[in-house]
């Protein structure tokens, strides 16, 4: 009986072993309790990777769901290309921007194109992984954008700006915050990204969306708003289990570690705050409207999950759901006062899911953190407000927020004006009559069904 | 090249361990075997509880894609809120009830709201894993009624069920069977939860839709019965999917431990019994009309995966096929007979699916277990009938499938019958002619479709 | 407070060290660095394996998406029942011809039925991992035909293939590669399956597509084809992206070991191949018809991750872009060729993505391989010709594309032509009509839904 594996071993591994002398762990004849530490540590930070990875699908079929029919083809081309376009600029430029060595604390320069990357260094090795792990999260700040701008973004502009978030825009906050640089030494703590990831998307599309315009129909002579509801709300309730499911992936991995046993914890809150903002957000519509709208519920477990990333390794379950419930809350205000007072039509509730609740989350760390929760986690031996901590760390914590928040609408702004001078921001009334599926790449998303467009 | 772990790690690590002394292994300096065994066990058990949260959107997808198109978003809110609110419930009390200290060997009395997780000790990270995995289960067992009860249950009365179920009814009888409760006492093996969460999710919608009583329009006046066909097969064949993946943390993760080879050996049990009972389901029906219908045959795989989660450590591979197999036949018989002879409306087949054929494989234990197979697993020498154990395992698995439908079906009708008292159980039948994303949710699933609704 | 887990090891430990001895090592009271490692492989190559049973649900969706709604329900039950069946002949035949005890280096002979799998020692533990691994490749060649032959074959003749690929033909492919075959000892490489899975589907699906013949109403009088468009092109992206993501257990896992850290550079050669696929096809199609197609990009992204899988283990980030983007062309230029010119009808690109793109991965070991990469992934030092390796690996790589193309064209064929003959390949004209969910199945996909069918 032969193993494939086995086979291998058999017959390389003396070689290996041979060629390249001790630097070679990965295959050492001897497993020791140092090389299995490297392998669990490496095997779960993949294993997240992945998880995160599935995010991208997640965010797909919300969007889609969550747009109309006539556009459905446009959106998953968007979720694609954002994925395809951020890996190949993550990879060129965007991780060295990151991680490379630091430049006046602002952004990194070196690193790129995973130079540092050599398989025949256990170094090396890691290095592959982490960038793996980086590029799940710089796609997951890309993708967010999409849906703040959809139904009325033209194509060739959104593939424009999706590689200079993955290569710039994104990487330069990831770098103040997680790369060593200025917002790292003031000590704010945003462990798995909501600011880092989630807000800097919110953001961008807020930057996109006002810049867009409202779509075609969306708002009265008068001003008022008018409801444009999803096409395919199974399809959206999919999305979001997929992402909640590959949020276990985000947060717990965000040790990348799976000897650092805080990973148990943090999916704990991750869970119980997702549970406590879908649970919430459905009370406040069903108080507002009198029923419990599907669509705003399924964006309140999404809000829970935005904001419980931030403080997800430094807080206890309690305060985990307190923290999901008010996310809960604050998203249904935020959509109305998006759409109502600011009028920037978003289509799914980008800017208010990841940006507005990206900032509640960042700002928690400062409220609710336990010294207790985040010493086990390696966060450090930070308290909040609540737990006899001061004012300092929510100081930081807002710090980071109105900077990354400066930064990132200055950026995407200047990206999407950018855009639209060179290939056209928005698309035609005709196209977005007619739907951006026959416009932008001539077909249909459901050829054989009887639709009847709006609008 | 920063790294975040590493830069986590060089500020916090001799902190970390200078302040919490020999507890805090989560950081141990120098990893050991017993230090990486825990860490390996830890990232078995949480990657298994992110699969088995997944099952939660493959429920969804089955549930939404056998129902009608009108009752699409209201069955995914129902899905959505059921793990929301169980997540709560079992956190606050539910973990306490099943895994605290034992009280008559009746239910547990301690642990509540995750008293036991402390983040400075092994152990207390131990349990925020363990309850992460186990609060999964709860919401299993918890969402498997939405189905049995679909298109015609009031939402509130939903909502009201699930804290009930997930807090009271399942964590009583898990306390029986895996809190070392009467019937652990007994010997009763049910390895993975076939009774303990598919048959209580069973009982209880069988307790659900007799107390509600069938669809508008599901039976004629000659007593005969209308079939009322899904509006969505491909998303219930996706569901399918995602169940059958899930399945994989199901079974292989309730060993809660990487260590234990013998996730391999359940692996490979669950695929062959799932892979049996599609092809008995779908032979089965095509013997009976003459072509093989694709959502009987689908349940099929179902009820092998069902049935084989009792029975999965301690079962050849031969043995999980023709447990599989047979589970295929029975759930086609016992949908026409629930169907047709106790005329209980089960839209989804949840009632023969989880219910049915989690008591067949729980009795299976008492048939086809092995010793070699439960010596491996853990479970213990036990020997079915078919293997020279005689009649005393078969006894066990039997008190236990009986005493689990009678308190489920006891404690499930009394919940639905103080919510049809409180909040009210049925939606109107002019609710059931619009819909209930209407009547419910003031929404439609599918906007500018053109739908033909049935009845 | 008691938990499963515990309550096993304290009740059976000790018994099971006893009466076991020193093989059961699943038990071993004291953890060592052998036995962890053993454990992390397991549970390595076991979550590799979960994964790739996804790709199940990913190619469902895409098939379905691509097909039209009238025979969404038959594409699905053809899925589900390839795995299935499949399961049960890898169990039954395949797992021995594959890597059974060799004969001539053609097949091998021993292994049936799992017979190797003994739960009471760490090898027969090991087996029964290995085998799960392996069944889900098995069925995923077995998968990729139903979308070659799609919307015009009948369902018993597509059974009766199921059977003979998992049980023959695949697996004699994989023993002459992977089971220490002839091909092995020529040195030929195909470390994740381009050729031992991909292509193997895709030419047995150009065997079953000749042999049916085109669908009603595909080409025209004067020989010009039509497109027939797909019906849910939502689905078909959701699959594109399950499918990426369960490619991360094909590739990565297919070290069947975590302790090879090269599973790192694997996840990120297979990233970037597919991101340079979908860049490239969309530009490709974009260049020819002046839109992005949406359907054909994602066949792009497919056929990046196809081209990778042989070589993703012998070269680096910047010639995986490469290997990746040249599959990206090929793949459009392909369906264009074999629809137009072959006129062979395969309504998904499956023969495309699968077979050629299989055979242009495999071909790109002969020219990108770097021994550094190999030897680190365990694949051995070899050098392909761009960088300095010579013709002699390419010929060896050209030597496996030919000889399996020729084997699995061959006998699918005869498998096919007998079922022609046995039980009939080809629905009639009326049943194409009507649809294959009506003839086949009697049933409808989108119940209540208002569809056009086109011809």
Not at 39 to 64: H, K, P
């Amino acid at each position: 009986m032969k193993r494939k594996f086995c086979k291998l071993r058999k017959v390389w591994l003396l070689v290996g072993l041979f060629l390249l002398g001790p630097t070679a762990f990965a295959f050492a004849e001897e497993p020791t309790s140092a090389s299995n530490q490297v392998a669990i540590n490496t095997v779960w930070t993949l294993i997240a990777a992945f998880l995160v990875f599935s995010m991208q699908a997640g965010f797909a079929m919300v969007e889609t769901g969550f747009a109309r029919a006539k556009n459905a083809a446009n959106i998953l081309m968007k979720n694609l290309l954002d994925f395809s376009i951020g890996s190949i600029a993550f990879w060129l430029i965007g991780f060295g921007v990151m991680f490379g060595a630091d430049t006046l604390g602002l952004f990194g320069r070196s690193g790129f194109f995973l130079g540092t990357g050599d398989p025949s260094t256990g170094d090396g090795l890691w290095q592959f992984a982490y960038w793996m792990f980086q590029v799940v999260f710089a796609a997951t700040a890309a993708t967010i954008v999409s849906g703040a701008m959809a139904e009325r973004t033209r194509f060739p502009a959104y593939l424009f700006y999706s590689f200079f978030i993955s290569a710039f825009i994104y990487p330069v906050v990831g770098h103040w915050i997680w790369g060593g640089g200025w917002l790292a030494s003031k000590g704010m703590v945003d462990f798995a990204g909501s600011t880092v990831v989630h807000s800097v998307g919110g953001w961008a599309g807020l930057a996109g969306a006002t810049l867009l315009g409202p779509r075609l129909g969306k708002y009265n002579k008068d001003g008022s708003s008018n409801a444009i509801p999803g096409h395919n709300i199974p399809l959206a309730g999919l999305g979001v289990f997929i992402l909640w499911f590959g949020w276990f992936g985000f947060n717990p991995g965000s040790t990348t570690s799976g000897t650092n046993l805080s990973i148990a914890t943090i999916a704990v809150t991750t869970n119980l705050a997702a549970a406590a903002g879908a649970i919430t957000a459905m009370f406040t519509i069903w108080a507002q409207y009198g029923k419990p709208d599907t669509s705003m519920t399924l964006n309140g477990a999404l809000a829970g999950l935005v904001a419980i990333t931030a403080p997800c390794a430094s807080v206890s379950p309690l305060s985990a759901i307190i923290i999901g419930a008010v996310a809960g809350v604050l998203v249904v205000l935020s959509v109305q006062l998006i759409d109502r007072v600011l009028r920037v039509d978003d289509p799914v509730g980008a800017i208010s899911v990841h940006g507005v609740c990206g900032a509640w989350g960042t700002l928690s760390v400062g409220l609710f953190a336990q010294a207790a929760y985040g010493e086990s986690s390696g966060v450090g031996p930070v308290n909040g407000l609540f737990f006899g901590g001061g004012l300092s760390q929510l100081f930081a914590q807002l710090t980071g927020v109105v900077s990354v928040f400066i930064w990132t609408f200055a950026t995407a702004t200047l990206v999407f004006y950018a855009a639209k001078k060179i290939v056209g921001l928005r698309a035609s009334d005709e196209e977005q009559l007619r739907g951006l599926d026959i416009g932008e790449h001539g077909m249909e998303a459901y050829a054989g069904f009887q639709i009847f467009t709006t609008e």
